[in-house]
């Protein structure tokens, strides 16, 4: 079994010091892979920055002119929350070029799956603006590229970052081609992902929002993978799967209200793993995207690589988390009585 890991230094030009979305989290991550048994087994694959054409497949015509404006001045807020740098287009060009240098090595064959370790994130970014730190969708760019390029008819595409991955939603809410389920802290920022978003037109029905009330952790999440997850997987049959890997769900996070642990992310991550091998000829790949307690998130992304070698270990050296979780049985009714599922 091959491995991709593609990341990229260069994306660091991208940083705001005081910012809770900086150069540190990657640096994290790639010391903590660099460093461990595994890294050797990897195959460390360097993208290329994602071209105009990549980026107007889902952003509009304004926000890449909006964009590039932005190179020639001195630093601006794109929105309450959200920075460029004159640098930052660049970045992104190239943490979304590693999204795609990942399609491309898992829809050639050239790698059995992937991990994307890459900064600035791209979950929140809508066609028009960006937002929660994020400039290009990333992981939506990316799906794009594997049905346009590669002929890739059915993709499924699961966040379980804390926050609802809004951008995708709003990118393929009208899309049967790509199914979007997110798993999210809710009420939490940016306040979407209602249970009764499931899609529109051409797209109704493949948008799966579990949103969760704060404390929720490894055993709740356990039951909405293996009680809704896996049967909504299982009707679509996925040709791809694409993960929105964001650790900020993990107890520990500054920016978030969930409770799981490094164990518990490291199941869910198997749990995709094992759906892909069973739907799709194992065809995965990992994105990064949130999380920001750097210890939690580097941990979080090498159980990733350790699960897509097909190896059993898990690092948790944070531990259990410190509340009971809260029930989630009128959830999981509702989401499978809402989306007519077994």
Not at 266 to 280: F, G, K, P, T
């Amino acid at each position: 079994m091959t491995t991709a890991y593609i990341t990229d230094e260069r994306v660091q030009v991208h940083t705001l010091p005081g910012h809770v979305e900086n150069a540190a989290r990657l640096a994290a991550v790639q010391a903590r892979i660099a460093a461990a048994p595994i890294y050797s087994q990897l195959l460390r694959l360097t993208p290329e920055p994602a071209s105009d054409a990549h980026i107007l497949s889902v952003h509009t015509r304004d926000y890449l002119d909006l964009l590039k404006w932005t190179e020639q001045q001195n630093g601006v807020q794109l929105g309450a929350d959200t920075y460029a740098l004159p640098e930052s287009l660049g970045a992104a060009r190239l943490a979304c070029g590693a999204a795609l240098r990942a399609v491309q090595a898992v829809c050639t064959g050239e790698a059995h799956n992937a991990l994307v370790a890459i900064r600035p994130p791209g979950h929140h970014a809508i066609p028009e603006m960006a937002m929660g730190f994020c400039l290009l969708a990333n992981v939506a760019i990316a799906a794009r590229h594997a049905q346009r390029a590669y002929g890739v008819q059915r993709i499924l595409i699961v966040d379980y970052d804390v926050h609802h991955g809004n951008g995708t939603q709003d990118i393929f809410y009208e899309d049967g081609s790509v199914y979007f389920c997110s798993t999210h802290q809710s009420p939490w920022y940016p306040g979407t992902g209602a249970l009764h978003e499931t899609g529109a037109g051409a797209g109704a029905g493949t948008t799966l929002n579990l949103p969760l009330p704060a404390g929720v952790g490894d055993e709740g999440f356990k039951r909405l993978y293996a009680e809704v997850l896996w049967s909504a997987a299982r009707r679509f049959r996925p040709q791809l799967i694409i993960v929105s890997a964001g650790f900020d769900a993990h107890w520990r996070d500054p920016l978030g209200g969930l409770q799981l642990t490094l164990s518990g992310y490291a199941h869910l991550s198997r749990e995709l793993i094992a759906m892909a091998d069973a739907l799709c000829g194992g065809r995965i790949i990992f994105v990064q995207e949130g999380g920001y307690d750097t210890e939690a998130l580097s941990y979080g992304m090498l159980n990733v690589a350790y699960a897509l070698l097909g190896m059993s270990t898990v690092c948790d050296p944070i531990g259990a988390a410190p509340r009971p979780e809260p029930p989630i049985d009128d959830l999981i009714a509702r989401a499978k009585r809402l989306h007519n599922l077994d």
